[in-house]
């Protein structure tokens, strides 16, 4: 074999990622049986298997863990060797990261507004807890993330720091009941949460976890109930919901989330022109 064909590697990289031909069809628009069929070429032409097929899925071989680097490498040169010649020819497929939070405000301006302007890049957009994002970055899960930094973390790029305010139902009092009943995300994996129950200890107020959910709309829907109070970034907050007062609502002052965007280095161009997008948006909130 004397050279790589760099369609054979796009494909290899989107099997991997996918972790199935059929999702990596879905991809890079291409049929679960024409996957196969590359992937048996490619295969046939360097002599040696790139995948382990079981039930459970497809796993890369060794040949295979040793190939991904040097594949991904290729295509980025090769996305950006394009983009010089025609910017206009930029394509690829980036997965972006963040928490359900911040899919209203940044997911949905992304897939319209990037979407229209870059028609050939694709950006499918996971959703998670910051902690799991950040490892899935780190592994190549996904290719880059927004997410809420730790505190005292130095991790990625900061974009904006985002006011942490109290927030309930949009009548009653639930924020004066004691012990303060809370709609709160799991505590092994939100971010704000050991901060919010600080605060409140900090404060001398008794509180009970009424409510915990992984999901946003479930938190929203405890309020929704009159059933609990919460505490969100500022720009998550719904309309419906009324914004508390520290001071005037008996509620101590929580301090401001951070948001960064983690890029890995070495991203290929797609991924850098998402990347920048983020960033011009964040610049115009």
């Given at each position: 074999?004397?050279?790589?064909?760099?369609?054979?590697?796009?494909?290899f990289v989107?099997?991997?990622?996918?972790?199935?031909?059929?999702?990596?069809?879905?991809?890079?628009?291409?049929?679960?049986?024409?996957?196969?069929?590359?992937?048996?070429?490619?295969?046939?032409?360097?002599?040696?298997?790139?995948?382990?097929?079981?039930?459970?899925?497809?796993?890369?071989?060794?040949t295979g863990?040793?190939?991904?680097?040097?594949?991904?490498?290729?295509?980025?040169?090769?996305?950006?060797?394009?983009?010089?010649?025609?910017?206009?020819?930029?394509?690829?497929?980036?997965?972006?990261?963040?928490?359900?939070?911040?899919?209203?405000?940044?997911?949905?301006?992304?897939?319209?507004?990037?979407?229209?302007?870059?028609?050939?890049?694709?950006?499918?957009?996971?959703?998670?807890?910051?902690?799991?994002?950040?490892?899935?970055?780190?592994?190549?899960?996904?290719?880059?993330?927004?997410?809420?930094?730790?505190?005292?973390?130095?991790?990625?790029?900061?974009?904006?720091?985002?006011?942490?305010?109290?927030?309930?139902?949009?009548?009653g009092d639930?924020?004066?009941?004691?012990?303060?009943?809370?709609?709160?995300?799991?505590?092994?994996?939100?971010?704000?949460?050991?901060?919010?129950?600080?605060?409140?200890?900090?404060?001398?107020?008794?509180?009970?976890?009424?409510?915990?959910?992984?999901?946003?709309?479930?938190?929203?829907?405890?309020?929704?109930?009159?059933?609990?109070?919460?505490?969100?970034?500022?720009?998550?907050?719904?309309?419906?919901?009324?914004?508390?007062?520290?001071?005037?609502?008996?509620?101590?002052?929580?301090?401001?989330?951070?948001?960064?965007?983690?890029?890995?280095?070495?991203?290929?161009?797609?991924?850098?022109?998402?990347?920048?997008?983020?960033?011009?948006?964040?610049?115009?909130?």
């Amino acid at each position: 074999m004397q050279h790589f064909d760099t369609d054979a590697l796009a494909t290899f990289v989107a099997v991997a990622d996918a972790g199935g031909f059929t999702a990596a069809g879905t991809r890079i628009g291409k049929s679960q049986a024409a996957v196969s069929l590359l992937i048996a070429r490619f295969e046939s032409q360097i002599g040696r298997k790139l995948f382990d097929r079981t039930r459970r899925g497809v796993h890369l071989t060794e040949t295979g863990e040793i190939l991904i680097g040097y594949a991904r490498r290729i295509i980025a040169i090769e996305d950006e060797a394009l983009a010089a010649l025609d910017p206009g020819a930029m394509r690829g497929y980036v997965r972006l990261g963040m928490p359900d939070d911040y899919i209203e405000l940044f997911g949905k301006p992304l897939i319209e507004e990037f979407s229209r302007a870059n028609p050939r890049i694709q950006v499918e957009i996971q959703c998670d807890f910051s902690r799991s994002l950040e490892s899935m970055v780190e592994h190549g899960t996904i290719n880059l993330a927004i997410i809420t930094r730790a505190p005292d973390s130095v991790v990625g790029e900061l974009l904006r720091r985002e006011k942490l305010i109290w927030c309930g139902p949009a009548e009653g009092d639930t924020q004066s009941q004691r012990p303060l009943p809370l709609a709160l995300f799991p505590e092994k994996d939100c971010r704000a949460r050991p901060h919010i129950v600080h605060a409140l200890t900090e404060a001398g107020i008794p509180w009970r976890a009424a409510w915990t959910s992984s999901h946003l709309p479930s938190i929203q829907a405890a309020l929704d109930a009159g059933a609990a109070v919460t505490a969100l970034p500022a720009s998550v907050v719904a309309a419906r919901h009324r914004r508390l007062d520290a001071q005037g609502d008996g509620l101590p002052t929580l301090k401001p989330l951070e948001i960064a965007l983690l890029v890995p280095h070495g991203a290929r161009a797609a991924v850098r022109t998402v990347a920048s997008f983020v960033r011009s948006h964040f610049q115009q909130l």
